[in-house]
């Protein structure tokens, strides 16, 4: 009964190549997250769906493309990975858009991205 | 931009210590500032603080929040080995977005 789960939990893949990573949440939120976590442990956001709505498009290389086909699910499509893109994403939801009804973000479990 | 800086980026101390942690901030437009626990791996939700002054407190944790200094802390009383994680700082302002501190690691030693 995992609230936000992600899939896979590990990712190894060779430079160049085209990945997904899946999240799915069961907690009925209405709004999706995608943060990535370097190597000095520094969280930062991405993307930010609110009912499939993109809501937040931070400076990310336009070779992320996030997908929402419903409320409960936001993949991360990555093309042409490169070396810097190893990190974990992180997936999180929250009911509003964490700010505005004071609702705090649920995290998953992380995707760990190891480009060789 | 808005911006987040917590401290000590590293703490050890003993089982049995008590701890501060620190977490200030600068933001346009503050809404609210959240707490996170972090292990191996999903950050989870400890606090989150809205009003100044307001002390949140769950079990040996506690925290509150200086709107007017611009800062949070969190306690931790009596640590224990479980304790031991890297601890998050988040603010949310008008971009209505988490923007995180880079965290502080916490180590209890037995």
């Known amino acids: 009964d995992t609230a936000v789960s992600q899939t896979p939990k590990y990712l190894v893949t060779q430079m160049g190549n085209d990945k997904s990573i899946k999240c799915e949440q069961n907690?009925?939120?209405?709004?999706m997250y995608w943060y990535k976590q370097d190597s000095k442990k520094f969280l930062k956001i991405m993307f930010s769906y609110n009912n499939k709505e993109l809501i937040i498009n931070e400076t990310v290389p336009n070779r992320f493309s996030p997908k929402s086909p419903d409320k409960a699910h936001l993949n991360l499509h990555i093309n042409s990975l490169e070396l810097g893109d190893s990190a974990v994403y992180f997936c999180?939801?929250?009911?509003?858009?964490?700010?505005?009804?004071?609702?705090?973000?649920?995290f998953g479990d992380g995707t760990r991205l190891s480009i060789l | 931009e808005d911006k987040v800086v917590q401290s000590p980026l590293s703490l050890v101390v003993h089982e049995g210590d008590t701890v501060t942690l620190n977490c200030s901030y600068e933001v346009t437009n503050f809404r609210s500032l959240l707490w996170y626990k972090q292990e191996k791996k999903a950050p989870t939700f400890l606090f989150m603080l809205?009003?100044?002054?307001i002390e949140k407190k769950s079990g040996r944790l506690s925290s509150i929040l200086d709107k007017k200094e611009l800062f949070s802390i969190l306690n931790i009383t009596a640590t224990q080995t479980g304790d031991s994680a890297i601890y998050l700082c988040a603010v949310v302002g008008g971009a209505q977005k988490l923007v995180f501190g880079q965290g502080t690691r916490l180590t209890i030693n037995p």
């Open positions: 809205t009003s100044s002054g």
């Open positions: 999180a939801s929250s009911q509003g858009n964490g700010a505005g009804n004071r609702q705090p973000q649920h």
């Open positions: 907690l009925g939120h209405d709004t």
